[in-house]
Nanobody, 127 residues
């Protein structure tokens, strides 16, 4: 089992920045690929960013590319999401998710493919 705990959400104004963190425990962090998802009211959960086990490969949704940066610190069992130039449309609950991938490459497949989830942290961006 893996436990994921997100932190760092809050209320900010358009143009501001936030950094989310997700602390993982319970299993070798370096065997996990990590994703950030978000879900806005009335919308489906969407993949925001993905990072490989080593941190060497990252992927982003078109809507956040160039503004958000995903990173991980394997020594601290933590993954981060740096969010810059936040806009009201970024308002959502942000979830950290993990998938166990002991070996080989992994191509992100969406929410249904993830093994573990955090409870989420709310990000609200006012205009």
């Amino acid at each position: 089992q893996v436990q994921l705990v997100e932190s760092g959400g809050g209320l900010v104004q358009a143009g501001d920045s936030l950094r989310l963190a997700c602390a993982a425990s319970g299993r070798a962090f370096t065997s996990l690929v990590m994703d950030w998802f978000r879900q806005a009211p009335g919308k489906e959960r969407e993949l925001v960013a993905h990072i490989s086990r080593s941190g060497g490969t990252t992927n982003y949704a078109d809507s956040v590319r160039g503004r958000f940066t995903i990173s991980r610190d394997n020594a601290k069992n933590t993954v981060y999401l740096q969010m810059n130039s936040l806009q009201p449309e970024d308002t959502a609950v942000y979830y950290c998710a993990a998938k166990l991938v002991p070996i080989g490459n992994y191509v992100p497949r969406g929410a249904s493919d993830m093994d573990y989830w955090g409870k989420g942290t709310l990000v609200t961006v006012s205009s």
